[in-house]
């Protein structure tokens, strides 16, 4: 009696997680999923029921100036992000792992910080900062800041990789004469590819996709991609906007998912070519 109490006490259990993680997912994804129905509404009025299928929104975004500008602004800042923030990680990350220097513990606590911190918080602070010494807000300092907010998350991807990979490659490339700099070209970075594309990856969507930091730090007259949805709610609430937002769902889910297709690719054309070599 007590075995199957304890049985069926455990399905019931299980049953009643699954029925949770279910509601959390209709939850999350529900608004999602009527965004990009409702982008193709042909009604002006962004409701149900849909009173047809149409692509006209989409077409007035592209005529839009002020979504194409937001969207060029939001595309540069992100790429400049991901390629800083995945050059400084990738050197960072090299350094914690393999070196042994005086402040290590700092400059890790230090990189790691801005991940810890809430981006809101974050954000009025280096305001409040810049105001301090009179700085009026640049776009370059936009930029630094979204380097700022996405560092670490490359820092700790390439970290976690770079401890995976034994310093025994290295002491055998240096013991047969190459530089630290050639071993590591020619042996680390190769291992660290895949840390290093899912780090960049992932710093253009926190890049792209940012708005509370934006919101502070953006100077006046540039609007990104999310500043620009914000300022269009305001006005009213519209097919276009579900149009804008699909859009935005598209970019930040669809590059990340395209390049973890391409990093798998990849390793199994290596694959292959090394089980031909053998």
């Known amino acids: 009696m007590t075995a199957r109490r304890g049985n069926t006490e455990g399905r019931l259990a299980w049953r009643m997680t699954g029925i949770i993680t279910l509601c959390v997912y209709i939850f999350l994804f529900a608004p999602i999923v009527a965004t990009v129905v409702l982008s193709f509404n042909d009604s002006m009025f962004g409701g149900f029921p849909m009173t047809g299928f149409s692509f006209r929104w989409y077409a007035k975004l592209w ?139 992932l710093a253009f969507t926190i890049s792209f996709d940012n708005t509370s930091a934006s919101l502070f730090w953006r100077p006046a007259g540039v609007e990104t991609m999310p500043t620009q949805i914000l300022s269009m709610l305001k006005i009213s609430i519209s097919p276009e906007i579900n149009a804008l937002g699909t859009v935005m769902i598209l970019v930040t889910v669809g590059i990340p998912l395209v390049g973890g297709i391409v990093l798998q690719s990849l390793s199994r054309m290596k694959r292959r070519d090394q089980q031909r070599e053998t």
């Open 63 to 201: 005529e839009n100036e002020q979504v194409l500008a937001a969207f060029q602004t939001s595309l540069w800042i992100a790429l400049v992000t991901a390629t800083v923030t995945t050059a400084i990680g990738l050197v960072t990350a090299f350094a914690l792992v393999r070196f042994e220097f005086a402040g290590k513990e700092l400059l890790s606590t230090l990189v790691i910080l801005p991940a810890l911190v809430p981006e809101t918080i974050l954000g009025v602070g280096l305001l409040v900062a810049i105001k301090a010494v009179d700085q009026p807000r640049t776009l370059p300092l936009l930029v630094l800041g979204h380097i700022l907010l996405a560092l670490p998350y490359v820092v700790l991807i390439v970290q976690a990789r770079m401890v995976g990979i034994r310093r025994i490659y290295d002491e055998a490339a240096l013991s047969l004469g190459a530089t630290r700099l050639q071993s590591f070209r020619e042996i680390t970075l190769p291992l660290l590819i895949p840390a290093v594309v899912a780090g960049a990856l």
